[in-house]
């Protein structure tokens, strides 16, 4: 029997299991296997089913696979809740201590809004699931906003020692905990001072000096040349920022920076357009040299660096344009930066065909092979292929193309990812999720682009599995010769052969009131639908959460269906239905202050006909109403 056989032999078994339900009725038979299952059954189904997710080692594994599960169904179903990301009041800033004033601020000093740069990271602070902080961060201008986010059960602790009046400020409608910082000083000006780079050092990427894990240090760059690191403390009702140390750029304007992914990172700037120099972030001088320094262009040829991104800790990649070969791959030595590139990608072999009209600035730039990279993003390796860390990168494109490439083939690039609805809109910005997905700012439309990586130990989960057929089959398809497969069976388990491609308008055409607040922040501006999206950020590749910057807004996506949750709940939103459990009505527990936003959306499938459907308010949701395939709110 099943039950006699060796624990290893069990979880070889349940790796193939294809829904976490298979697993739960397996450990419902017998004794035996309800221990087999939840000593070493659930980590190997989260293994299996999400090999390119990263997880910690949590204390319960089914926690980890009720939330994975949770949130590939919601990604599948285009299941979010989108509301805009701001410091509510009083929020104080530092160091002067005085309220924060934005909306008077920059409507009199700007005409246009600020660019944000984002970057955040997620830590789990305890042995359950849940337990987790979030900290993003991102440059509002000259300013420095910061927000830690505690889930789980340091968050619990938290609201058991807040006040009833004082909950609102300081929890979201799900009980997680929001710590807010804002750093505004006067010596630096808008327009002159703005921040064009922001890195987060995690945990173990800061130094020995690191007070506390209420402690955060975050690397600024700025247009005006300065480049700094900023240490926030939050300690109960102590609050500080300070200047821990500066980077040498001898007054060089900073256009990106990026920060390798080790204990003893590197950070790498983009300077004066045309520069890469190299830092050491754990040194110990206030003033830290640059270890390295390389000109990437020459302004003669009107080249400019755009980007650059740590591929390892040994090699750097760096976006230039206009270019016949944009994106150049150096190596790393003891001695500083090899002064020729170990690569350089063009587009040139990429067997694209692209749906539409191009416009004539893109048939110009194709016509003379120059083109320019605004946006660099690593894709975790397949350890089961003998991947290494650096041999896959994402790169987006002026003439609106993300290609991926890989530095072990003689190709310039191994796939192309093409909008086809909206083919020439530049990739400002990309965020990879694990080897499923990637998600891709546009520079038109406030548009939001997702694809499907469509990899080699990528995507191994689909929530279809679970459910029976939807239709039995048409008499035209039982009059095919061949005999149908599993999956030829109905349209709801037909979408696992399909590439589930979908576009997001960012910025809500429906203008309504958020907080007390005008929902459209730039009334004295042109229209703020028209705002490409420059940043993106994803905390982690298992973290529910999404990050994007349009033109004076930080938008957050928390990827969870409101429907879904009473039935499946995932642990990080458990609370939300605690919290109000006693009110029936979807929008006390998931929007009791209005502030989720009703966005539009359609599949990249243009020859299957275009369908953009908008999403209801969350308190029009009727109860029982249950959708198998897109979000109950699409209508």
Known sequence: MLSDLPLEIISTVVSYLPTAASVSSLSQTCRRLHAAVNKEGWRAFVHARFP??????????????????????????????????????????????????????????QTMGYRPVIDSYQEQIDHDWASRKEVVAWGAGSELIVRVKKMGNAALRKWKQTTTAAQRASFDQHGHHLDWMIFKDDQYREGVDDITSVNVLSPGQTSSTRDSSDTEDVIVGRASGDLSVLRLTSVENHRSIKVRKGFDTKKRDVQAATLSQAPDPLLAACLDYKSVAVYSVNSDSALVESLAELDIVTRARGD???????????SLAVGIGASTQPINVFSLTPSGIDSQPTRRFSANDAKVVVDGDLNSDVQSERAKGTSSVYALATVAPDSSAGGNIGDLFLSGWYDGICRLHDMRSPLANVASYIDPVDTCSTIYSLAVLGRERFVAGGARHSLLKVFDLRMTGGKSYYYTDVHPCRDVFSSQKASKRHQPT????????????????WNVFVHPQRRKHILGRACDRRAWGRPTFETPVYSLSSPSANSPTLFAGIENEVVEFNF???????????PLYARTLTLAADDSAYRRKWDPYGAVLELAAYRQAPMHGMYLRHQMPVGALEPNVVSQDLDERWQ
């Open 52 to 109: 390119s997710i990263p997880t910690d080692a949590p204390a319960v594994w089914v926690e980890a696979a009720r939330s994975l599960t949770a949130l590939s169904r919601s990604w599948d179903r285009q299941a979010f809740l989108a509301q805009y990301l701001q410091p509510p009041r009083p929020t104080l800033t530092y160091p002067h201590g005085t309220p924060y004033r934005q909306h008077a601020r920059r409507q009199n000093q």
């Open 486 to 501: 599993r999956y030829d069976c109905c349209p709801l388990h037909d979408k696992k052969k399909e590439k589930d491609d």
């Open 560 to 570: 969870v269906s409101v429907v879904e949750e009473t039935r499946h709940p995932n």
């Open 304 to 314: 400019r660096t755009w980007s650059t991104k740590f591929l390892s800790p040994k």
